[in-house]
């Protein structure tokens, strides 16, 4: 079975501090997407990776970026993390045009 | 542009037959996923149709027209636990979501 796990499942910070989301795949898939979904606004794509160091934005990767260093591990930065911030986080990964499989998701709380 | 429409809200009686529809204007098509989600928790992947017609998966089925931009997921025999969104996903990398069908199932 493909699995995506992230590194919390809940987190809670504080303005301006500086986050961290992990994300890693183990099925050697070459494409991994960090989404955030909101009630109302469905799932919305912030960056993308197709390749381990390559990076495309999405729709809304303002606030955000990304790292890729190895080919399983997609991280999502947010800089300074702000209140507007606070969204349930989904990060998922594919190969080519099959299945797109997702982690079990972080809720983050930025007070 | 890209665009997918599913109705925001469902609701069908336990037993019953369900159908919800997906409608999309995409620039790239490689297939037409449909994914379950339960509230706090990720999608999970339930159908994929790449050709025209009917994909049958136990009390599930997903149909296809490519000629019309349309899809539907039809559920039978209706459960409480199928009570979830419903999301319709297209397109090549990235797949475009659909916002969900929250579908209510009432006894």
């Known amino acids: 079975d493909v699995k995506v796990t992230q590194s919390s499942r809940y987190l809670v910070k504080r303005t301006g501090e500086k986050v961290f989301l992990e994300c890693v795949q183990d099925m050697d898939h070459e494409n991994m997407f960090w989404y955030r979904q909101d009630p109302g606004l469905g799932l919305r794509l912030i960056y993308f990776?197709?390749?381990?160091?390559?990076?495309e934005k999405g729709d809304i990767p303002e606030g955000y970026s990304v790292s890729r260093e190895k080919k399983e591990r997609f991280s999502l930065i947010l800089e300074s993390a702000s209140t507007n911030q606070t969204s349930m986080y989904l990060c998922?990964?594919?190969?080519?045009?099959?299945?797109?499989?997702f982690g079990p998701g972080t809720r983050l709380t930025v007070l | 542009g890209q665009n997918i429409d599913q109705p925001t809200e469902m609701t069908a009686t336990e037993g019953a037959i369900v159908q919800i529809n997906c409608t999309y204007q995409t620039s790239g098509f490689n297939g037409l996923f449909w994914y379950q989600q339960h509230a706090g928790e990720a999608p999970t992947f339930l159908s994929y149709n790449v050709l025209d017609g009917l994909e049958e998966k136990g009390r599930f089925s997903s149909f296809l027209s490519r000629s019309k931009g349309y899809s539907y997921l039809l559920l039978k025999e209706l459960q409480m636990k199928d009570s979830a969104s419903y999301l319709c996903?297209?397109?090549?990398?990235?797949?475009?979501f659909g916002k969900g069908t929250r579908l209510s199932v009432i006894a």
């Open positions: 998922a990964s594919r190969q080519d045009t099959d299945t797109q499989y």
């Open positions: 990776s197709y390749d381990v160091k390559m990076k």
């Open positions: 996903a297209v397109g090549n990398t990235p797949l475009v």
